[in-house]
């Protein structure tokens, strides 16, 4: 019997050696004076396979050290015992350290622990728990792999997806660093030139010229900030810096930005601030920028002679901004995606970037506010923005926009 094992367990670690399990290594290789390299380099290349067969011939010889020590341990507990060794072996180390622990351990148990000992495999009942475990481990290591499969496969998802995210990151700052110096270029040489010809005669077709030159560079270089800013929001990077804000100073810069371009569009503006105006904290900037973004989208979507006001006022121990206009509106069923990046509805008339709204959320949420919308097809639209007067409890400094 010894040397029948014996015989079956050579031919065993044979067959591990070419499959990545066992190192092997035949009788005139010892003779060799370089073997311990050798040796040294299988077991580092394959430590990881050597930890797997490890693992499930420990676990096997527990189950025979546990059946053969404890007396307490009867028939059901055994049989219990044997399919949760063949489960952890599935589990951890794969299928083929599974059906070894299925074909060592519980075979071994079941011949030589339960009575009548090595009469057992007489009865069909046992034959079939011994399919019974070589199933178990077969289908359970099964799905093991394929979970492993399946999350080896989400990290390389997710590994490629920062490195797109990163590769066009790099890419938006070479280009917007590459754009920008023409168009300071451009802006400056148009600036030149309009001054020139205000000095060389008054208004003129080429003063006119030159300041549309100065508008669409300003405009785009303002996209191209706007595209590295989304950037920025998405990887975290983006800051913002409170200081103590009066909504006077809101209106003023509010109503200088975008009154000209209101009148250009045959559109009335109005910016309504109590008069004695209201004390918060925020980042003036942003806040412009912000606030500044809805009024733009309200001029851009009213139809001539329509109507634009926005209305700043203290509810509580918030403060509070409303956009309201008399365009179009927004479907209903597009309200949910607005503030999505790069997303547009169908006015294909006005089409951008779409990420203004984006940007604006995520400014207004990075100062503890919150920003809402309401519409109606026909009627207009009203965005509602809230934002603490008072800095959140642990505020101080540059906070993240995320």
Not at 74 to 92: E, T
Request: charged share 20%.
């Amino acid at each position: 019997m010894i040397l029948t094992w014996a015989s079956f367990c050579r031919k065993c670690f044979g067959w591990l050696s070419q499959t990545g399990g066992y190192i092997h290594t035949p009788s005139n290789d010892v003779k060799d004076p370089g073997v311990n390299s050798r040796l040294l380099g299988l077991v580092l290349k394959n430590r990881s396979a050597l930890w797997r067969y490890s693992f499930a011939l420990g676990i096997g010889l527990f189950m025979v050290g546990l059946s053969d020590r404890f007396d307490w341990i009867d028939r059901g507990h055994l049989y219990s015992l044997k399919v949760a060794g063949v489960v952890v072996v599935a589990l951890f180390s794969g299928i083929i350290p599974a059906l070894i622990v299925a074909g060592f351990a519980a075979i071994v148990l079941e011949y030589s622990f339960i009575e009548p000992m090595r009469t057992a495999f007489d009865s069909a009942s046992s034959l079939l728990r011994v399919l019974l475990y070589f199933f178990i481990a077969g289908v359970t290591g099964w799905l093991a792999s394929y979970l492993k499969m399946v999350v080896n496969s989400l990290r390389l998802t997710v590994s490629e997806r920062d490195r797109s995210i990163k590769a066009r990151d790099d890419v938006l700052a070479v280009v917007s660093h590459d754009l920008r110096n023409p168009l300071s270029a451009i802006s400056l040489n148009a600036m030149i030139l309009k001054r020139h010809e205000e000095r060389a005669g008054g208004a003129s077709r080429k003063t006119e010229n030159a300041d549309a030159i100065i508008r669409s560079a300003l405009r785009m270089e303002h996209l191209i900030q706007d595209l590295l800013d989304a950037s920025k929001i998405e990887a975290g990077k983006f800051t913002i810096e409170k200081t103590q804000q009066n909504s006077l100073l809101i209106q003023k810069g509010l109503y200088e930005t975008y009154s000209l371009r209101a009148d250009k569009a045959l559109v009335s503006l109005r910016v309504d601030s109590p008069d004695e105006g209201i004390d918060f904290y925020a980042d003036h900037n942003q806040l412009l920028r912000a606030i500044g973004n809805l009024v733009d989208n309200a001029i851009k979507f009213s139809p001539q002679g329509a109507s634009v006001v926005t209305t700043i006022e203290r509810q509580g121990s918030a403060v509070i901004f409303v956009v309201q206009d008399q365009g179009h509106g927004i479907p209903k069923e597009q309200l949910p995606h607005i503030f999505e990046k790069h997303w547009q509805g169908g006015d294909k008339q006005h089409k951008g970037a779409g990420i203004g709204l984006f940007i604006a959320k995520a400014i207004i949420e990075a100062h503890g506010g919150s920003i809402s919308v309401a519409s109606q097809v026909g009627t207009g639209t009203t965005f509602t923005v809230t934002l603490p007067i008072e800095k959140l409890a642990g505020e101080s400094g540059k906070q993240n926009v995320a």
